[in-house]
């Protein structure tokens, strides 16, 4: 084998073991741990965060219910940290309940939460993370450095964990 060939064999191997890396990094939209109403507000209280309800319920079935059944544990842990990171009250005015965007990393399948616009989340995320775009709805973007977006509605913040965010 000449050394041409000995070096391209060397480069297709390390670019096949690039590419799985990058592929088992990805997150897996079936690989998460996924947890009760009861157990995720169990966590949420422990840390100080609070929710609200325009229904004053937590059905998940019902679009004005702010609901966690069925939320991955890695959303619960990520607005969390951010919690903490930031030190801002949080309140969350959205979870798993009906009536959001579908698609695969959505409020239903557990990955999202949104929370109230306030003063001091706003400036935390705007200016701890890079802004990221706007998505097709016109909302500004930032992305954390772990991955994760946060996403500027009109009335509150989308954010999307795709992990927790460093917890």
Known sequence: MTM??????????VAAVSVAAVLSAAPSASAVTKLTHSQATAKLSAAGISWTSSGGCSNRNVSTCTSFEQVNSATIDGIITFKRASGCAITITGGTETGHAS?????????????????????????????????????????????????????????????????
């Open 103 to 167: 698609g695969t990393y959505s409020h239903w399948n557990g990955y999202k939460v949104d929370i109230g616009l306030t003063t001091c989340a706003g400036n935390y995320i705007t200016g701890t993370f890079p802004y990221n775009g706007t998505r097709g709805d016109g909302a500004p973007t930032y992305k954390s450095g772990a991955g994760n977006i946060y996403a500027k509605e009109s009335n509150h913040w989308d954010i999307l964990y795709y992990n927790c965010g460093g917890c």
């Open 4 to 13: 041409l060939a000995t070096r391209s064999a060397r480069t297709v191997a």
